[in-house]
């Protein structure tokens, strides 16, 4: 799987938007964008996937570059409860193998 | 809403001894994996299971690990003589399809070598 470069830490306010940058300069076409998160003392968590266009669901956003280069991760609106670690893990979907390569991801802070 | 299980939640155990760690996928799931993470560590994989047998395994995954599935829903992973260096979360996912499926991620066992 190609390598992906996160900021080690992000603060936000509670109820403020939260925007965390993914860049995956050597992605392949045949890469999906992955994001999980681990909130303290739990499994990581399946947060949303894509592969081109922008994706929308119940828990974030993912906004993807044009050139696929970078990702977003978007929480319109932190809550304490988000406040984890957030991973961008980039998975062939050609690949022969199911594993998931963890980075450190980016520790995001939630102050009330 | 359909979750991995994982028993025991801590496990402490002495250098040299055996562990069977247990998990429970969700029913419908093909696709089994074992993690852990070392204290402050990354997370690491460490072996995939698809049709009963190992398809992948990661260099932590030496002789002292085995996995097994040794009926229709749980799916274990034993260290036979366990090292400090074993100490760490180990957590269990599962997925349902493809090997780029969604992982769902149990709880997690906090394993503690003395």
């Known amino acids: 799987d190609a390598k992906t470069t996160q900021p080690n830490s992000m603060e936000s306010n509670e109820e403020e938007p939260v925007h965390l940058p993914c860049n995956h300069s050597?992605?392949?076409?045949?890469?999906?964008i992955h994001w999980y998160r681990q909130l303290p003392s739990q499994g990581p968590e399946y947060v949303i996937h894509g592969l081109t266009s922008n994706v929308n669901n119940r828990m974030a956003s993912l906004a993807i570059a044009e050139d696929r280069k970078s990702s977003t991760l978007i929480l319109h609106r932190a809550t304490l409860r988000d406040a984890a670690v957030y991973y961008c893990?980039?998975?062939?979907?050609?690949?022969?193998?199911?594993?998931?390569?963890f980075g450190q991801g980016t520790t995001l802070q939630v102050k009330p | 809403e359909p979750e991995v299980t994982q028993t025991p939640s801590h496990q402490v155990t002495q250098m040299g001894q055996e562990v069977i760690l247990r998990c429970v996928p969700i029913s419908n799931h093909l696709y089994f994996y074992w993690y852990r993470q070392i204290l402050g560590q990354k997370v690491e994989f460490l072996v995939s299971f698809y049709n009963n047998e190992i398809s992948e395994k990661s260099e932590i995954f030496d002789d002292q690990f085995s996995v097994e599935r040794p009926d229709g829903s749980n799916f274990t992973l034993k260290i036979r003589s366990t090292k400090l260096e074993d100490s760490a979360m180990y957590f269990c996912?599962?997925?349902?399809?493809?090997?780029?499926?969604?992982?769902?991620f149990g709880p997690g066992t906090r394993l503690t070598v003395l």
């Open positions: 893990i980039l998975r062939d979907v050609q690949s022969n193998t199911g594993k998931l390569i």
């Open positions: 050597t992605i392949s076409g045949t890469d999906y």
């Open positions: 996912a599962s997925s349902s399809g493809e090997y780029t499926d969604t992982q769902y």
